[in-house]
């Protein structure tokens, strides 16, 4: 058979189709970022979800930017991607018009004879005299705005500043963009300071709720509470475990976390308990959950300091290391819903341990805070995707562990456990006198046991810092380490 003929494929002709694929991708970017997800964005354009997917990952490597951010709502634009939109959507307008330009042209050319009126008028239609909106005074556009905002510098009053930060965050789609990790920073660190008027508190915080935060927006917001905590005595020493525990206050079950942490101290390790429990009757349920296993509840950064040298366990409630962060938290009653600042405390590492075991119910959560602790320069985590936000296992679930190993993401799936069952707090007991009884030996619960074994081996296996460590033998340590427990301590 004849080799079909065909032009040569020149180095020019290769430019063409460079630039012809170029202009798809550009089309691409431009549904992306009107419908911020890859899957809708595929529709729109009639393509595989793979598709879009892979020209994402193009334009990544041609901007050298993420163009996206993940965010607890979904995709959110790039600082730099939101500067390129308008000039994408431009060019893609421009030319879907063009391709609907020789068809409008034909049908206005098909005309009939007419009425014998046809000539042209000595006045010849004059360019349509126009003031540009971003002149007037009396209708502010994105162009004055942007103005407005630029001219608010780093040395303007707080609020001036928050102002800014507000007006960057909230017009909407297409009009707004994500803070960078140093405007959050600013932005909370007002806010913090007590500098912020109430109505700026609230509008910062629902307009990030409602858009979604982002990793940069988180890592500001934690470097701004991490600034504001007095700093660890050198002579007296670090925890070697972070263990955040910040409840909410409807949860109505005992605190078996607080057993494990003790196993986790009793193998040698320094565990630093903080958290918060509401503002309610039941606000001192983990301070009591602390005293009662004999861990000091301290005041001060310097106080847990000293516990830790002396029992390697201490509890911190947020209020005494950062009051007002304990009364953004409790804002929740004003909102009915969880604003950014509940996803703060359990990456603020307020004694800045080298590990940090924590819990995540939603899975946009876990990746969101690997992505803010690796930011934030974390070697070692271990996220349970629990139930709820603070690290305690089920063992009747499948519980994932998302980490970061010196460094690096790795994932591990912990089997549910089908030979033991839940019983009920035998009524003769309080629920605080069954949960002690269980440490001391008085009441034997084998699902409370295994709950507290496995959330002891997932700290273990952060604290070993080595990727060959399996969650199986930190499982034997955290077993062996219950079996051998001082019961009366």
Known sequence: MAKEEGAPVTSATRDEAVRFQQLRLLVALDALLREASVSRAAATLGLQTSSMSRMLGELREIYGDRIFIRTGRGMSPTPFAESIRQRIRTLVTETEALMLKDGA???????????????????????????????????????????????????????????????????????????????????????????????????????????????????????????????????????????????????????????????????????????????????????????????RVCLSVAEAAQALSQTNLAYVPIGALLPQMQSLLGLYPLFETRTPVHALPHLVNPMAAPCIVLGAAQMSRRDLYRDVARQLGEEDVTILGSVRDFAQFTPLKATPLYRIVEGQSEDVIVPAQRDVSQIATPPILSQREYWRAVWTGAARDEYAEATIVKTAAAALLCLAKDRAVSFESALEHAVHLWQKRDRHG
Not at 106 to 127: E, K
Request: proline share 8%.
């Open 105 to 295: 042209a034909l049908t206005a050319s098909a005309g009939t004879l007419g009425d014998g009126w046809t000539g042209r008028t000595q006045m010849p239609m004059a360019p349509l005299a126009a003031t540009r909106s971003d002149r007037l005074d009396a209708s502010p556009t994105p162009a004055i705005l942007a103005r407005r905002i630029a001219s608010i510098g780093d040395n303007a009053a707080p609020q001036r500043r928050l102002a800014k930060y507000i007006a960057i965050t909230s017009p909407g789609p297409g009009k707004s963009r994500p803070m960078t990790t140093e405007e959050a920073r600013d932005a909370f660190a007002i806010v913090l300071s007590g500098e912020a008027d109430p109505v700026q508190v609230g509008a910062l915080l629902m307009t990030i709720q409602y858009r979604g935060v982002t990793t940069a927006e988180l890592a500001g917001f934690v470097q701004a509470i991490r600034g504001r905590i007095p700093p660890v005595p050198d002579a007296i020493g670090r925890p070697d475990l972070d263990w955040p525990a910040y409840v909410s206050a409807s949860w109505r079950h005992p605190p078996w976390f607080i057993h494990a942490a003790r196993l986790v101290a009793s193998g040698g390790h320094k565990v630093l308990i903080h958290g918060f429990f509401g503002n309610g009757e039941e606000s001192g349920k983990l301070e009591l959950a602390a005293a009662d296993a004999g861990i």
